[in-house]
């Protein structure tokens, strides 16, 4: 479909059941109608009339950590969802060359004759790219170039995954231009994960990926981290009456490489004194009788963080199932109980480094106190907070009833500046071709 047409197409509200669906919000037509217009304009005003004659457009969507924090990399359990902000990405096909342009960024260019990592490219959004061509062709499906205009609202460095939205989203541009979208959700998670390991160079698990690939609530077993057991689980907000609510306390990522690598590997270590290589071989019996030999050997913290994942893990399968069951309180309850282990026994709400800044602590104390968290019972509250994400610094979220949802974003505004608390929707779709 040419630009022309796709632009009326949109404009004449033919895409607006598309985009209530995809975004969770019957508000949300008229935004997405001239964010996409403009989007397709600006792609033709980059590569030209001649491009625009056969475009299609893609979406991948953030996502948010909601159970089995720090636990995917001792191949435990975790659930993640898929969220209301994107990626979209306009783009048509090119011989033999990538050339794309994401707003904010410079273009990029690419000769796809060679795949191979390059080491100058390292830690670059080139890399992923590369890495996610390199990978379709290994696993059997047919490449080649595009070109392509990529705008989002998924915040870099909010915990929202923007790395793991991109990869699939040209995941999902590859399939779709090349693939007739035969590559399945999960294949392209795991693309996705092996562009941002091998080129990127970066050793992240799985479960950022799966989420923005797969969509919806999405509940994933990493006991075999090649062959991960994922369930989706459809599930309405709306339905509870509650809304996702996830602040960026604006703290400073500087310098928090040592305090993420600390956690997979004190909980390496806390796994080698029973000769494993994962907490996950390790059975709960063994980490309590022996849990004087892990401080012995690796310290008071990284016990406590195997007894978080001993619990974390089997938190984040009961959340699963309170969801599917329909019980919110339950989910709650768990929500609240594992927000509660990362604060006190995986310890990721700060670095120990730079005390005199909490962000993330602060703004958990605030929310409850807003929140007004008396009742042992979650759903009798305004709503939940946790720490999101990695943690140290970043990002906390929140299930906040809807009536409390206004006092709630204004207190975080006001704590950390104009727009650091946004509300979101779980998205039900996961990376998909839009038109």
């Given amino acids: 479909m040419d630009a022309n047409t796709i632009c009326k197409t949109i404009e004449n509200g033919e895409l607006d059941e598309v985009f209530s669906k995809l975004y969770a919000d019957s508000d949300r037509p008229a935004i997405q109608r001239s964010r996409y217009i403009s989007a397709v304009q600006k792609f033709e005003a980059l590569f030209g009339s001649d491009v625009s004659r056969d475009i299609n457009i893609f979406s991948a969507p953030g996502r948010t950590e909601i159970g089995g924090n720090h636990t995917d990399h001792q191949h ?3 659930l993640a969802a898929a969220i209301s902000v994107d990626a979209i990405a306009v783009s048509s096909k090119c011989a033999g060359e990538v050339h794309l342009f994401s707003e904010g960024y410079d273009m990029i260019d690419i000769d796809i004759s060679s795949l191979s990592p390059v080491e100058s ?36 460095g909010s915990g929202l995954s923007s790395s793991a939205a991109f990869e699939s989203l040209i995941g999902v541009i590859i399939s779709g231009l090349y693939n007739d979208g035969s590559v399945s959700p999960i294949e392209i998670a795991k693309i996705g994960q092996f562009s941002e390991n091998v080129y990127l160079g970066k050793p992240c698990g799985l479960m950022d990926q799966m989420a923005c690939s797969v969509g919806s609530l999405c509940y994933i077993d990493f006991k075999d981290p090649s062959d991960p057991v994922i369930e989706k689980i459809d599930f309405n907000l709306d339905s509870v009456g509650y809304s996702l609510c996830i602040t960026d306390t604006k703290g400073s990522h500087a310098d928090l490489t040592p305090d993420y690598a600390a956690v997979p590997s004190e909980m390496k270590s806390a796994a080698a004194v029973f000769g494993k290589s994962v907490l996950r071989d390790v059975n709960d019996a063994e980490i309590l009788s022996d849990i004087n030999k892990i401080r012995e050997t690796s310290g008071d913290r990284a016990a406590l963080r195997a007894l978080h994942f001993m619990n974390e893990t089997k938190r984040a399968e009961a959340e699963a199932k309170a969801l599917k069951a329909g019980d919110w309180g339950r989910f709650l309850y768990l929500f609240k109980k594992s927000g509660d282990s990362s604060f006190k026994y995986l310890q990721n709400v700060y670095t120990t480094h730079d005390v005199t800044h909490q962000n993330v602590t602060l703004g958990i104390a605030v929310s409850e106190i807003v929140l007004d968290l008396d009742s042992p019972i979650p759903s009798e509250n305004a709503g939940v907070v946790r720490v999101h994400g990695g943690g140290f610094a970043g990002t906390i979220q929140a299930f906040v009833k809807k009536d409390s949802v206004e006092e709630y974003k204004k207190t975080m505004n ?6 650091s608390c946004n509300v979101l929707k779980i998205r039900g779709e996961g990376c998909i071709k839009v038109i």
Wanted: charged residues 20%.
């Fill in 121 to 156: 490219e390292r830690g670059t959004t080139r890399s992923l790219i590369r890495g996610v061509l390199a990978g379709m062709k290994e696993r059997g499906y047919l490449i080649g170039g595009f070109y392509a205009y990529i705008t989002s609202d998924v915040l870099s």
């Fill in 414 to 419: 006001a704590l950390f500046g104009e727009g």
């Fill in 76 to 78: 435990g359990q975790v």
